[in-house]
């Protein structure tokens, strides 16, 4: 009897030693996910060096953008997290994806390493919009339907 009982608990301990844990991991209301001010205005190099290197680079030339005339340089890093445009040789439109563990708040400027300001235009359904912050021109955050950011879109001198 004794050598069932002791088979029993090992294979319960065996069993549950290879339970995978799910726990969400735990989100800091004072998490920075990229300081707007380390990148922004910066060459292509020194943002390399912030980032690492680049998954991907593509000429940009759209033609209602400043890179219409003047090729711009994309680059895509982190697996698309980050995707920056060059315009005159300096990082100036930052997109920042995957954000949707944060929520849709104005507080959550403190993401991109800004302090917490008014914002000039919110919408609660689609985007918060902030001018002249930081020296940076505009940056803007969207919802993705259901109250999260779904990515932030920064344009750091040009309109």
Do not use: H
């Amino acid at each position: 009897m004794k050598k069932i009982v002791f088979s029993f608990i090992i294979i319960i301990c065996l069993s549950s030693c290879n339970q995978v844990r799910t726990e969400k991991p735990i989100i800091s209301k004072n998490q920075i996910v990229i300081n707007l001010k380390n990148i922004a205005g910066k060459r292509k190099l020194d943002v390399d060096k912030i980032l690492g290197k680049p998954d991907n680079v593509e000429t940009f030339k759209e033609s209602s953008t400043p890179c219409k005339d003047i090729p711009c340089e994309k680059a895509y890093y982190q697996k698309d997290k980050f995707e920056i445009i060059f315009i005159d040789g300096k990082a100036d439109w930052i997109t920042v994806n995957d954000l949707s563990q944060y929520d849709f708040d104005e507080e959550n400027i403190k993401l991109l390493g800004l302090s917490i300001a008014t914002p000039d235009f919110k919408n609660p359904q689609d985007v918060i919009r902030w001018k002249n912050i930081e020296n940076i021109n505009e940056i803007n955050i969207f919802n993705d339907g259901s109250n999260k950011i779904s990515y932030a879109y920064i344009k750091v001198v040009t309109k």
